[in-house]
């Protein structure tokens, strides 16, 4: 009855069958084990039956027993495809894009920069002129200059080539012999060279005498020669003409050939060697002195010149090739072979341009005690127009110039000096210097627009000043216009990387002391006084000591103090003309010495070898200064683009979980294409294009290399990545992997069971 009564609780209704016999006896098991009743159901089974086989195995319809497992195998299943499909999803939402990048080209192209040369090559052209109607006692030919020349060169051990050609002009008729190379242990099949005489232009008739020593005059010679350096005529029609000019024969009785601005291309000199009796052609000035000063003077152009002793030539002709050997020595010793060699070029690294070719002058007018009528103000626009736009002009080959400035109330000095009855005025000196800046001035301006401006140095000018000298060195029209689009692209695209990069900024004060403190003087070395009453720090700038007294005559002084009494009692007084000419000439004297191109850099050489250079002008830097600069600033550009491609290179080998964006991949691309052109542009000598190429690449490189995505990643080590996902995994893969264990190992030992079943039944 009990077992009736459980059997109608479980399965009200069923009738006992062979099918539900096994899944009755289990559950009537399950459910009486309380009340200990032993429940025997009796049912139509086959003989071999036993009662343990039914109460475990399952039977299909037909009666056949049935291999355990089923949900077992579904369980593990589900697991499994959960494991399977989860894996690669959660790979794939992790996992850190990188665009694939020539590991091996960065590689070649690091190792190739430490093997090639990147100073790119000088040329000098030596013109001597004989003095006419008169005859050496012995004739000087133009291989016989060339071989004096070129064993001097030799002796200087330079690190670069340079090519040399000496030209012989004798009342109008040339002959000239070129070297192809000249370089430190190294020799030049100079016999084969030559070329007889042809017709030129006299050089013997200039508008003042060559001997003059006035600055007006020399200015006027170094106009004149460079209108000069504009004629081709024979001396250039092998090398110049054929690689930078167009050439083109023009009638006349003289049959010459010119070119145009041979002398404005980059890179390539000439010297004039011109003797002293020459007569000029109008000598407004009678009372100019015609002594003959032996040494060697330098324009703002790509030329130099010397006057030479014609009688006592006439009587030794080897004191004259002493003489051009020791001119050509000295004018490449103190500037047309500035920062030729290898540690020169490795010196760029301290120029005050940033790795995205961007420079910006910050000037600031410090009222250091400002009251009534002491409070100075500028109009810096008008100053900026006048005198700052053309030094951006001139820089522009060589960096990206902007300009700010600002004017600064309560600024005093930290030191403030002492009298001097010596100097009659208060003194700083030498050493107190380094403490003269005050670091509560606040220098640092608005800077953080400057990525978006260019300014007048920036795109616009920089890219028409590039211009303007590859108009004057390129072949022919086509390959202008080729060229040109060259060097606007690679500006191109060094601006737009270079817009990610901070630019250097090079602070220019001008510092107005108290008025109970002036006149205020600086001291340098013995106690003498600066010659400008200033000082510069290398990379930051400079500063300069206005007394606003001094820089204005009595006239000038009256004047302005007529109009202060016009004027309210707080208003600003503006700066005169005469300051605004000192503030521009410290300016440019302290760039030039920030940029080391300044004449003091090589004042000892240039002392010894009794050189004189001529001052720029309003333009701040003369024409061979800038090339220097292209010289410097295009090989280390290249070798540095070079050498963070190979860094980069290195850290993405060596960090496989560094995630890059897709631009990185494309900077490199870019950086390691101008990396190349920049390398057949210095082999061509074609410093523009050069400089262009290798700036670009560099700014792609630091950019690639700077970028955000990359420097957030470098200090991210393996230890963090168990620190995130261990608290995740740990806690949820742990019971899974329990619970798959253990299905499965429950599923092995029932299919044994059932095998075992199975054989005894048989």
């Known amino acids: 009855m009990i077992n009736s009564r459980c059997n109608e609780r479980l399965w009200p209704g069923a009738q006992p069958a062979a099918v539900a016999a096994p899944r009755a006896g289990l559950r009537l098991s399950l459910c009486c084990t309380t009340c200990l009743i032993s429940i025997e159901h009796r049912t139509s089974l086959p003989q071999y039956t036993s009662q343990a086989d039914e109460e475990i195995w399952e039977y299909d319809h037909t009666g056949v027993m049935k291999a355990p497992g089923t949900k077992r195998l579904a369980v593990i299943a589900s697991t499994l495809v959960y494991i399977i499909l989860g894996v690669p999803v959660w790979w794939y939402t992790t996992s850190l894009h990188r665009p694939p990048l020539p590991h091996s080209e960065l590689a070649a192209a690091a190792a190739a920069s430490q093997q090639r040369s990147a100073v790119l090559p000088v040329a000098l052209d030596v013109v001597l002129a004989l003095p006419s109607g008169q005859q050496l006692s012995s004739p000087v030919s133009a291989k016989e200059v060339l071989q004096s020349?070129?064993?001097?060169?030799k002796q200087q051990h330079l690190e670069v080539q340079v090519q040399l050609s000496v030209t012989v002009n004798a009342a109008g008729k040339c002959s000239r012999c070129a070297a192809a190379t000249v370089k430190a242990g190294s020799s030049a099949d100079i016999g084969r060279q030559c070329q007889q005489q042809q017709p030129c232009s006299d050089l013997?008739?200039?508008?003042?005498p060559?001997?003059?020593?006035?600055?007006?005059?020399?200015q006027q010679i170094d106009e004149w020669l460079s209108q000069q350096d504009s004629h081709c005529q024979l001396l250039q029609l092998g090398d110049h003409c054929q690689n930078h000019q167009q050439q083109e024969q023009v009638s006349g009785t003289n049959q010459s050939f010119k070119c145009s601005a041979v002398g404005s291309?980059?890179?390539?000199?000439?010297?004039?060697?011109?003797?002293?009796t020459s007569k000029p052609?109008?000598?407004?000035?009678?009372?100019?002195?015609s002594t003959v000063e032996n040494h060697a003077i330098v324009g703002k152009h790509r030329h130099a010149w010397m006057a030479y002793d014609a009688e006592k030539t006439l009587k030794e002709p080897q004191v004259l090739l002493d003489a051009a050997a020791a001119a050509a020595v000295q004018v490449f010793d103190c500037c047309f072979a500035l920062h030729t060699s290898k540690a020169a070029v490795n010196a760029a690294a301290d120029l005050p341009i940033s790795a995205g070719g961007h420079t910006h002058l910050s000037f600031s007018l410090l009222n250091a005690e400002p009251s009534a009528g002491e409070q100075y103000a500028w109009h810096f626009e008008a100053f900026e127009r006048r005198y700052l736009a053309f030094v951006a002009a001139r820089l522009a080959p060589v960096t990206q110039v902007s300009v700010e400035s600002q004017v600064l109330l309560y600024t005093p000095a930290r030191t403030h000096g002492s009298w001097s009855d010596k100097h009659s005025a208060y003194v700083v000196k030498q050493a107190e210097l380094p403490f003269f800046i005050d670091s509560d001035w606040s220098l640092e301006s608005g800077r953080a627009v400057l990525q978006q401006d260019c300014g007048f140095g920036g795109c616009t000018k920089r890219t028409q000043g590039a211009q303007t000298s590859s108009e004057t060195a390129g072949a022919d029209s086509s390959k202008h216009t080729v060229q040109q689009s060259s060097i606007q692209a690679a500006l191109d695209d060094q601006s737009r990387s270079a817009a990610a990069l901070p630019p250097h900024v090079l602070h220019f004060l001008v510092y107005i002391p108290p008025k109970r403190n002036r006149p205020l003087l600086l001291l340098g070395p013995k106690a003498k006084q600066r010659d400008s009453n200033s000082f510069w720090i290398p990379s930051w700038g400079g500063l300069s000591v206005l007394n606003p007294e001094e820089a204005l005559d009595a006239a000038v002084q009256q004047q302005t103090a007529s109009q202060s009494s016009n004027r309210v009692s707080w208003e600003p007084v503006k700066l005169h003309t005469r300051q605004y000419q000192q503030i521009a000439a410290v300016a440019n004297a302290q760039l030039q010495a920030l940029f080391g191109v300044s004449p003091t850099a090589s004042s000892a050489v240039a002392a010894a070898a009794k050189v004189q250079q001529l001052p720029a002008g309003l333009a701040g830097f003369s024409d061979w200064q800038v090339d220097a600069l292209l010289r410097q600033r295009a090989g280390y550009d290249v070798t540095e683009a070079a050498r963070v491609l190979g860094s980069l290179s290195k850290l993405v080998l060596?960090?496989?979980?560094?995630e890059m964006p897709d631009v990185i991949g494309q900077q490199v691309q870019q950086a390691l294409s101008y990396i190349n052109t920049a390398w057949q542009h210095i082999a061509a000598g074609d410093y523009h294009a050069a400089a262009a190429a290798a700036g670009a690449a560099r700014a792609a490189a630091e950019a690639a290399f700077s970028h955000p995505a990359v420097l957030a990643q470098l200090n991210f080590p393996e230890s963090h990545k168990l620190g995130v996902y261990m608290p995740l995994f740990l806690p949820v893969s742990v019971p899974i992997l329990q619970g798959l264990i253990r299905q499965v190992a429950h599923y092995v030992s029932r299919h044994r069971e059932f095998r075992a079943t199975q054989l005894s039944r048989q």
Do not use: F
């Open 149 to 153: 020349i070129q064993h001097a060169v």
């Open 204 to 208: 013997l008739h200039m508008p003042v």
């Open 210 to 218: 060559i001997s003059s020593t006035n600055e007006k005059s020399q």
């Open 265 to 276: 291309i980059p890179g390539r000199y000439v010297l004039y060697l011109l003797p002293a």
């Open 281 to 289: 052609a109008e000598q407004p000035n009678s009372q100019e002195g």
């Open 654 to 658: 060596e960090l496989p979980n560094l």
